[in-house]
C-alpha cells in the first residue's frame, strides 16, 4: 500500500511540473492570434469543429491547418510561398466548406498566395467552381493580373471559359502589352471566346479613356459590337460618379455612333435620377439620333412623375424629331394609365415610321385595358392589317 502510494504522489509531481513549464513554454496569446480566433468564431462552429476533425484524422496535416489560419489572421504566409502540400490541403478544405463564408475565407487565402509559379497548382483547387461564379471569374482575373501572356495562353487549352478573363486582369494591370497581344490575333480569335469583352472590361478598370478609345478601334473595324462595348464603359461612367457628371463625359466624346451610344445609356439613368435635369441637357445636344433618345428618356420619366407638366411642354413644341421623339416616351409611359389619351398622343407623331410603332405599343395596352374602346380605334387607326395584328396579337414577338 505504501509503495503505491509513493508511486501516485510522483505521478501527480510529474503532471504538476509537466503543465507549469508548458506555460511558461506557451506565454501569452499575441494579437495577431487573438484576431485569428475571433475570426474562427465568426465564421462559425462547423469551421472550428472541422478543422480540429481533419487535424486528427490526418496526422501530417497539423502544419498545412495551422498555415492556413496564420493566412488568415494576417493575409500573408511569412515565408511568401506555400507548399503544395499546403496548396492542396487548402483546396480540401475549400471543397469540404459548408458555408459561403468558409469558402471565402479558403478562397481569399488561394487569391492571396497566388504566384505565377503557383497557379496552375492554385487552379486544380477551385477548378470544380461554376465557371460562371465570381470566385471562377476572381482567380482568373489575379491569375492574369500577375501573369499576363502566359495565363491567358493557358486558358486557349482549357475547355472553361476562362480565357476572356484573364485577358481582363491583364489589360487592366499592362494595357499596352494586353492590348498589343490582342492586335496580333486573327479577327476570328478576337471575335471569338469573348476576347474583346475581356479586352474592354480590363480597360474600363485600368482608364475608361482607354475603353473608350478601344470601342472606337473596334467600330473602325467594321465590328457590328462596337456599340454593346461602349455601353458597358458607359455603365462603368455612371456607376463612378453621378448622371450629371456622365452626361458631361457624354456630351464631350467625339460625334458619331459611339457618342450616340452613350448618350442613350446616360439618358436613361439621368432620366430616372431627374427628368426636368435630363431634358435641359437634351436640349442642348446636337441634333441626332443621342439627343432623339435623350428626349425620349427625358419626357418617358417626366410622365412618370408629372404626366400633366409633360404633356404641357409637348404641346408647346413644335413637329421635329425631337418632339417626335418627346412624345413617343410620353405616350408609351401614360399607356396603360390612359390608353384613349396615349394612342391620340402617338397619333400626333410626324414621322411614319415612328408613329406606327408608337401606335402599336400604345395600342397592345389599350386593348388589354378597353378591348371594345380599341377594337372600335383599331379600324381607323391607320395601321396596315399586318400591323393591326401585332396590336391584338398577345405574342409581342410578332
Keep these: 500500500m505504501k509503495k503505491s502510494y509513493l508511486v501516485h504522489v510522483l505521478w501527480a509531481l510529474v503532471a504538476v511540473a509537466a503543465f507549469a513549464i508548458g506555460s511558461k513554454k506557451a506565454g501569452p496569446a499575441t494579437s495577431d492570434e487573438s484576431a485569428s480566433a475571433e475570426r474562427g468564431s465568426a465564421s462559425g462552429s462547423s469551421l472550428s469543429s472541422r478543422s480540429v476533425r481533419t487535424n486528427s484524422s490526418r496526422p501530417g496535416n497539423s502544419r498545412s491547418v495551422n498555415r492556413s489560419r496564420d493566412i488568415t489572421a494576417t493575409g500573408e504566409t ?9 496548396i492542396r ?53 489575379q491569375w492574369g493580373a500577375i501573369a499576363g501572356k502566359e495565363a491567358v495562353l493557358n486558358g ?7 480565357m476572356a478573363t484573364t485577358l481582363a486582369g491583364w489589360t487592366a ?8 497581344y490582342f492586335n496580333s490575333l486573327e479577327p476570328d480569335a478576337q471575335n471569338g471566346s469573348g476576347m474583346k469583352w475581356g479586352a474592354v472590361y480590363g480597360l474600363i478598370d485600368a482608364d475608361p479613356n482607354l475603353a473608350v478609345r478601344f470601342a472606337m478601334d473596334r467600330q473602325e473595324a467594321g465590328d457590328r459590337e462596337a456599340s454593346r462595348l461602349m455601353d458597358l464603359v458607359t455603365r462603368q461612367v455612371i456607376k463612378s460618379g ?12 467625339p460625334s458619331g455612333e459611339m457618342q450616340d451610344a452613350a448618350i442613350r445609356r446616360v439618358a436613361e439613368e439621368y432620366a430616372e435620377d431627374d427628368p426636368i435635369a435630363a431634358l435641359d441637357w437634351a436640349n442642348t445636344l446636337p441634333q441626332g439620333n443621342g439627343k432623339n433618345r435623350a428626349m425620349r428618356e427625358s419626357f418617358s420619366e417626366w410622365a412618370r412623375a408629372n404626366p400633366q407638366a409633360a404633356a404641357d411642354r409637348l404641346g ?14 410620353y405616350a408609351t409611359r401614360v399607356a396603360w394609365e390612359n390608353p384613349a389619351a396615349a394612342v391620340e398622343w402617338a397619333n400626333t407623331i410626324s414621322d411614319e415610321g415612328t408613329r406606327a410603332n408608337a401606335l402599336m405599343e400604345t395600342g397592345r395596352a ?14 381607323n387607326s391607320g395601321l396596315n392589317e399586318e400591323q393591326q395584328k401585332r396590336v391584338t396579337s398577345r405574342d409581342r414577338r410578332r
Design 78 to 86: 511569412g515565408s511568401g510561398t506555400l507548399s503544395e502540400n499546403e
Design 89 to 141: 490541403q487548402i483546396g480540401i478544405e475549400l471543397k469540404a466548406a459548408k458555408t459561403p463564408l468558409e469558402r471565402r475565407e479558403l478562397f481569399n487565402q488561394i487569391l492571396a498566395n497566388l504566384t505565377p509559379e503557383n497557379a496552375k497548382l492554385m487552379r486544380e483547387q477551385i477548378i470544380h467552381l461554376d465557371s460562371n461564379s465570381s470566385e471562377f471569374r476572381d482567380f482568373h482575373y
Design 156 to 162: 486557349a487549352e482549357t475547355p472553361e471559359r476562362d
Design 173 to 180: 494591370s499592362d494595357p499596352d502589352a494586353a492590348l498589343a
Design 242 to 253: 453621378n448622371p450629371a457628371e456622365a452626361a458631361n463625359w457624354a456630351t464631350a466624346l
Design 316 to 329: 408647346s413644341m413644335s413637329a421635329s424629331p425631337e418632339r417626335d421623339s418627346a412624345t413617343y416616351g
Design 366 to 379: 389599350y386593348f388589354r385595358k378597353e378591348p371594345d374602346a380599341a377594337k372600335q380605334w383599331l379600324s
